[in-house]
């Protein structure tokens, strides 16, 4: 009578495990270099910036990585004023070069073609205040733990963490004195489309240095702690 029972309880047991097989991480075939698991909108927009940094298109990144580095070194040059209306002034004369051109062609043609911008003066750009308020609760969630993490630090919560953000600044004093800030945002996009990239293709021996140096840092970070009387009686409580 033991054998029916097993028999009829199998298909549910193999149908639970199934499921769990498909729900767990990494089921379903998923890609080492897939997205992760956001949300839906949370997902799309991370998917685009990692695939932008990892030149997934290399001609979308190429144009954004072009544009960005070009308004960068104008801005290096020349004011904010001037690059702004040049951008403008060149945006115009497009737009104005290419309306004059249709309107000239549709009265040769005889044609009654309408705007040629109609399809992009049509299209909705309103902002809900749905997607407003979804904006400010994001950014007021960053905001709130950047505001705790100054507090945190200025008022000496951790001695270590503290003394860490002092020396930090001490060096930025020395990088203020040779690079301004418009340097440093051209660096840092160099960097951004270069590191990940690079990374990525050497994955394995970045990480086994970068194992190193971490360990090397915490030993060190450990000693210190150790030689600081609040930092220790601390832990010990």
């Not at 054998?3 to 009829?8: H, K, R």
């Not at 199998?10 to 992760?36: F, I, K, Q, T």
């Not at 249709?102 to 009265?107: D, L, T, Y």
């Not at 489309?193 to 194992?211: A, N």
Request: aromatic content about 8%; hydrophobic content about 50%; charged content about 15%.
């Amino acid at each position: 009578m033991a054998e029916p029972s097993a028999a009829t309880q199998s298909p549910s047991v193999s149908s639970s495990s199934s499921v769990a097989e498909s729900s767990a991480p990494g089921g379903g075939g998923g890609s080492p270099g897939a997205c992760p698991a956001l949300g839906a909108k949370s997902c799309g927009s991370s998917c685009a910036v990692h695939d932008l940094i990892f030149w997934r298109d290399v001609k979308k990144t190429g144009f954004v990585f072009g544009t960005t580095l070009i308004m960068l070194l104008s801005l290096a040059a020349f004011s904010v004023i001037s690059v702004v209306s040049y951008l403008i002034l060149a945006l115009l004369s497009v737009t104005i070069s290419f309306r004059v051109y249709k309107s000239v062609i549709q009265a040769v043609q005889k044609s009654e073609e309408g705007h040629p911008f109609k399809a992009y003066l049509d299209v909705d750009i309103t902002l809900s205040s749905e997607a407003f308020h979804n904006y400010v609760n994001a950014a007021m969630v960053h905001i709130n733990r950047a505001l705790k993490l100054i507090i945190r630090l200025f008022l000496v919560e951790d001695l270590v963490d503290s003394l860490k953000l002092a020396v930090f600044m001490w060096l930025m004093t020395y990088v203020g004195a040779v690079f301004n800030g418009i340097t440093l945002l051209i660096l840092a996009e160099l960097l951004i489309f270069s590191v990940p990239v690079v990374y990525e293709k050497y994955k394995i021996q970045i990480d086994h240095y970068v194992g190193i140096a971490r360990d090397q840092t915490k030993s060190i970070v450990e000693k210190i702690q150790a030689k600081l009387p609040g930092v220790a009686k601390k832990k010990a409580e």
